[in-house]
């Protein structure tokens, strides 16, 4: 069983910045991928960034330009740097890893980030 535990949620005023980090409980080389969903309230969670295994990167064309994730294999830490908020960003930002053969994958507890306008 693979835990993994977001931080670096907080409030910040639009134009801010977060930067929210997942730990892994695994060595993240092994895993097949890692990504960021969010959720708002009354919507549904949406993928926002995702990072594979060879390191192909996609981004929800909402954050692209001013989201940018990462990871830090020595740390088995993945990263979400998050510029230029919008409150629209607002929701709990949720770290995955996704796992093969149907499996469901692996999600972390959320983190909340609040942009206020």
């Known amino acids: 069983q693979v835990q993994l535990v977001e931080s670096g949620g907080g409030l910040v005023q639009a134009g801010g910045s977060l930067r929210l980090s997942c730990a892994a409980s695994?060595?993240?080389?092994?895993?097949?991928?890692m990504a960021w969903y969010r959720q708002a309230p009354g919507k549904q969670r949406e993928l926002v960034a995702s990072i594979s295994k060879g390191g192909i990167i996609n981004y929800a064309g909402s954050v692209k330009g001013r989201f940018t994730i990462s990871m830090d294999n020595a740390k088995n830490t993945v990263y979400l740097q998050m510029d230029t908020l919008k409150p629209e960003d607002t929701g709990v930002y949720y770290c995955?890893?996704?796992?093969?053969?149907?499996?469901?994958?692996?999600w972390g507890q959320g983190t909340q980030v609040t942009v206020s306008s």
């Open positions: 995955n890893a996704p796992r093969r053969g149907g499996l469901s994958p692996y």
């Open positions: 695994t060595n993240i080389f092994g895993l097949d991928g």
